[in-house]
Each structure stands twice: as structure tokens, then as C-alpha cells.
């Protein structure tokens, strides 16, 4: 089987290359699955890219054999220490058959059946599953429907879960138009939770907008601080995702709960308001150090949230609600729209990894394995 | 009675009286304390100065009725804009006699007793307090013994109650040489807590190794960095309370518990170790935004912590165990030292004053409101 591969080496270098490797069994607990189709989502970015310069990127290799490498930036290798000098296999999710499967009933009962899946390994032609991390696709649901079933509808639906588990009535999400983004607006209006968007052009102001979004703020725009503090205000929001992770935002989000939680007659209190205010950070779209400048109290806290901790922390029963909701609404509110699609090789090419590495407003790649 | 107040006005000034006032009736549910001593710590300094600038300090008023004024700095302005034109009452805590009570239960027991409390209004020479934040002082401890039995001894008891609930097992403190974090590290020794002791100067260093402190590292030194990572293998602390509140510290801290958690030869993980690592700022010694570098994964948080929200988060069971340990290691474990005693009108003094403002190490000021 071809499998996708990513090596950082000690000479600073990036190489992305196609090997040829053993498909390997299932295990007792395991399925393999025959990946037909798999998103190229910012979190498998990170990833395969390791922070390169791409606009460096050069093909290499042989025709039989391409490569391409792109040096990586001094500052960056730092904290790529532990990866130098091992090819990595990429790829978060896809969806495709099931086509061996271990001893163990929960593997067995996947087998002939088409999943979408947590894998690790999901940029090669086939790959180990966990069963507990494959969702049986309905019907009449095809691997490009369901590719992208897990990671985005799970996360979208954890962070509404996050809300209610953790007391707060409303959200805030930044890049709010991303394919994510526009899911989670869709899960709020179907639920009636308030939802702060925050986005950063108006092309995508306007395009959450065409989708029913309530409360957009847009952080281009010179007004942004005050719509943020009205939004807020009419939402009652206290609890923020964010998926930049460095820079002002996450403080201006903190300090924009506060200025809408305080009323303006209020008595001063040196330690602010006792409402907590929470950012979780969930990406690192911006490399740049998180900087909070405090106007916000005490009651706050800004952290980590992955989606993995998240379904660790989270109930079978309440998994097989969360399951069962993203199969059913597959393809209207956990629908992924994707603008182009690619094979292992063409993954490979100069041009088309810079299109996919710029991760643009309504641009997504699929990858098609089998292609 | 005579009150100490504390006014910004529009003009950016800063202005410090001493004005005659009402003594006011405890209500219902409420006791009137003789205030004989209150210490003046960095939280009352915060609403006392206003973060003026006292080397421009300048004495006003008149030989009976003084005041002093100090120029406030511009960008501090805005987040003071809750409390221009009010002059506050100041002093968080003091001891003295409970001189008249109200009818309640709790009010009338205190009646005649001599207590530590929690008023809000202790820079005066009487103020009034709820019995649940009245600590009675154990026979034979006078008013300077217990002036600062509340706030640091709860904080630092707090701060241990906080890691065995967050199931945490070792802490880090930053500014441990301080009053409170020379109570930490006595609380720590005595109950086998491994405790990371963060300084900024080899003399604080000295002090705390003096006191038995095993982990002390000094920010001034240039091994800080790998000191830090070493102390938190051996401790395996990963739960931080800082005092500092800006810069890059609490980000180097979380930086340095991810080093001491994943294993040099551990296979590279994008998500950083599963461990969660936690700092809570207690404090603003460092008025800068907090910048966080990201080199620790996504198992982190950052928040505030104050010593109100804790207790009342805290069973009444647990809060008696609390008090009394305070009260039976008085002058033992929860001992304050002062260097400096003044009366209300000597802390309107421009030269003392200054002294008090810069909070030096080893430098502690009693005020006494009956002096």
C-alpha cells in the first residue's frame, strides 16, 4: 500500500514522500479500513507541514519515486525537536470500507461496512481504526459524505457540550467561518444557543450572515471592540473557542465579557466582576505568543481543549447521542463542501500543496487515497 | 471615628485623607470592631495608590486636616474610570475587639472577643465585619498577632486545599519570598507538600533556604530555565500559584512542567503531553500583559484565583478545620512580621509613604488606627 509520509530533518529541511509500506493487520480491538476519501483539515496541516516554508517548497525525487521539501524557519525547529528524523504518517480522519477487522465483537460487527474514522494514518490507502472511534455511515451515505463525520461534527457538538456541562448559556467562536465554524452555526440555531461569530473579513461577515448567523463581528472592521461588547451583552456568552491561540483575541474576549457582564453605574471592584469567563483555545492559526492584558477580574481562565481529552471526559451514553445526531444529519448539519480534490501524488505537487497550505476561506481539499 | 480614604479624581490625581466619619451600627448579622491593627499588604496597596506615581507624591490640606496627592499615569486611566470621584474606605483586613454586635446568634458570640477579620474598611479606627469573616483569637494572642491572620493564612491554606481537590500533588509559587510564600513553604514542609519556590533575587533565595525551603529557584539567574525544569522533576508539581500576573512567567512555568513531564526520547506528539498543567494568578505585581509561548501542548490552563470565591466555594466543615489550624499556629506556622508600625495620619506621610509603596522584601508596615 502508498502511504503518505513527513519527515523533518536535522538540516531544517521538510520532506513530504509516497512509500510503499506493509498494510498491516488488525489487531484483537482493531479494523482496517480501505480509505477512500480524507479532508485536509488545518489540524492535519500542522502536521504535514511542520511550520515550513512552503512558498520555498521544490520537487525532488525520482518520477516513479516524487518528493518535495521546504526549509523550515530557525525559530520554528525548536519545538519540532522530538519529531527530527522520522517519516510520520499524516491524516486525522476519513472515511472508506472496512475491509478486515479483529476478533473482538465491536471490530467484527464493523466488517463490509462503510465509516467514517479517527486514524492517525488516514493519507494512505488503507488504515487502522479503533472501533470506538468509527461512526457506521447511514444509508446511502458515500465516503465523501463521510470523511469529514468525526472530527468536525464531534468537536462542533463537544463544544456545545463544554457549554452546558461547564454552566454557561451562550458561545463565542473565532474563525467562525470555517467549515467548522459554519457547523457549529448550525447546531446553535437548530438548538436556539446563542453563538458570538467572530471572523476576520467581511467576505465571511457575510457569508455566516447567508446562513442565519445572528451575532457576527468582524475583527477587521474599526468598530470591532464595541459590536463585540453588544453582541456579548445581548447573548449572555461567557464561554469563548478559539481557534487562533495567539495574539490579543483571546484577551479582547475576555475583556469584552467583563465590559458587557459590568454595568456601567456599577461600584468599582478592584478584583472585577465574580461571573468566570472562559477561553478555550483549541488551535494555533497565529504561532505568536497568547498575550492577555488583564481588564477583566479574577473570574476567568483561558486553557487548552482538544477533542480526544474531550470524548475521554464524555459518557457512552452520552457518545451514542452525539453519534447518532451526526449520522443523522450528515448531510445537512455536519455536511462538508469541498472545493477540490486530490490524489497521494498530486498532494505532492509544488502548486497544489501551496493552495491547500494557505487553508483560504472557502477552499477545502479532499484526498482521495484510492485516486 | 476617623477613616482612611483613598480618591481618584477626573484630573488624574490621586488623594489620600483622613476624614472624620459616623461609626456606623452593625446590623443584624454584623459586628463592630475596635480596629487595633491592619497590615498593609500589596492587595490594599492596589486600591490605596491607584498605581500613581508616589515619587511625584506632594503633602496638601492642613495641619489638622493633611491630605497627599500623587499624579496617576495616563494609560492607567481606563481601568480606573469605575472609581473617579469616590473616596474608598481601603484596608482588607486587621484584628481588634468586637465592641457591639448585632442580635444574630453568630454576631452576639463574638461580643468582647478579640478577633482577626475581613472588613474592607480596616484603614480606620472602627469597621464593621460579618461574623463568618471574624477568625477569634486564641488566649493570650494580641491584635498584631492577629492582624493578618485571615487573608495570607487562608490564601496559603487555600493554595494546598486547591491542589489535593484539582488532584494535583506538588505546587510552584512565584514571589516566595513573601510573607504569604514563606507561610506556603512552612504549611508545605510541615504537611510533606513539594513546593517549587520561584524568586527574583539571590537574597530571597538565601532567606527561604534559611527557612528549609528544599526548591528554590531565582528567575535572576541564567540557569533559571533548566533550575525550574530539574525542581519540577523532583517535585512533580503541576499546579502553579503566581503572584506576578504579567510578562512571560506563568508561560515559562507551563513550558518548564510540559520539559519535566515528556521524556527526552518520548515519541513527538503535536498535542504535547496529556498531563494537565495548570497556573493560577492570584495577583498583578507585574502590571504587563501575561504572554504565553506555546511549547506545552493543549493540557493547560491559566485562570485567576482569589481568596472570596474559595471560601465560598468551601463546606463549612472544611472552613472550621481551616480556622482552626490558623488559630492553634498563630505564632508559629501563620506568624506575620512587621518592621514598620504607623498611625493613619503618619501613612499620609509623603516619605513613609514611598517606603510602604515599594513593598520591599523583608519590609512589612503594621498600621495602627488607634495610634
Known amino acids: 500500500m502508498r502511504q503518505l509520509r513527513s519527515l523533518v530533518t536535522p538540516e531544517r529541511e521538510l520532506r513530504l514522500s509516497v512509500e510503499a509500506v506493509d498494510t498491516p493487520p488488525p489487531g484483537e480491538r482493531e479494523v482496517l479500513v480501505r480509505v477512500e476519501a480524507a479532508p485536509v483539515n488545518p489540524s492535519d496541516l500542522g502536521l504535514l507541514l511542520a511550520m515550513a516554508d512552503v512558498s520555498q517548497a521544490v520537487a525532488g525525487g525520482s518520477l516513479d519515486d516524487p518528493t518535495v521539501t521546504a526549509p523550515i524557519p530557525e525559530p520554528v525547529m525548536r519545538s519540532l525537536a522530538a519529531r527530527v528524523g522520522e517519516a510520520m504518517t499524516v491524516g486525522n480522519e476519513g472515511a472508506g470500507v472496512v475491509v478486515a477487522a479483529g476478533a473482538s465483537p465491536e471490530a467484527e460487527a464493523l466488517l463490509g461496512h462503510k465509516v467514517g474514522f479517527i486514524g492517525g494514518a488516514t493519507y494512505g490507502e488503507y488504515c487502522l481504526a479503533s472501533p470506538r472511534m468509527c461512526l457506521q455511515l447511514p444509508e446511502g451515505a458515500n465516503a465523501v459524505d463521510g ?200 498532494a505532492l505537487d509544488v502548486e497544489t500543496l501551496q493552495r491547500y497550505a494557505r487553508q483560504a476561506t472557502g477552499e477545502k481539499f479532499l484526498l482521495r487515497p484510492q485516486g
Chains 1, 2 share one sequence.
Open 147 to 346: 470523511a469529514s463525520s468525526f472530527v468536525n461534527p464531534l468537536t462542533a457538538l463537544g463544544m456545545v457540550e463544554t457549554m452546558r456541562n461547564e454552566g454557561h448559556t451562550g458561545l463565542v467562536h473565532t474563525a467562525a467561518a470555517s467549515n467548522l465554524g459554519q457547523m457549529l452555526n448550525r447546531i446553535c440555531l437548530a438548538d436556539g444557543v446563542p453563538l458570538v461569530n467572530i471572523v476576520r473579513r467581511p467576505e465571511q461577515a457575510r457569508l455566516l450572515r447567508e446562513q442565519g448567523a445572528v451575532h457576527v463581528c468582524d475583527s477587521s472592521e474599526s468598530t470591532f471592540e464595541v459590536d463585540l461588547v453588544t453582541a456579548l451583552k445581548n447573548t449572555k456568552a461567557t464561554l469563548a473557542f478559539d481557534a487562533v491561540g495567539g495574539g490579543t483575541l483571546a484577551g479582547q474576549i475576555l475583556n469584552a465579557m467583563e465590559a458587557a457582564i459590568v454595568a456601567p453605574d456599577a461600584p468599582y471592584s478592584r478584583y472585577g466582576s465574580d461571573v468566570h469567563k472562559q477561553v478555550y483555545v483549541y488551535g494555533a492559526l497565529d504561532p505568536r505568543p497568547i498575550e492577555l492584558r488583564r481588564r477583566f477580574g479574577f473570574a476567568w481562565g483561558v486553557g487548552g481543549w482538544l477533542l480526544t481529552p474531550f470524548l475521554a471526559r464524555t459518557s457512552g451514553e452520552d457518545l451514542v447521542r452525539l453519534r447518532q445526531r451526526v449520522a443523522a444529519e450528515l448531510t445537512t448539519t455536519f455536511a462538508s463542501h469541498y472545493t477540490d480534490q486530490i490524489s497521494l501524488r498530486e
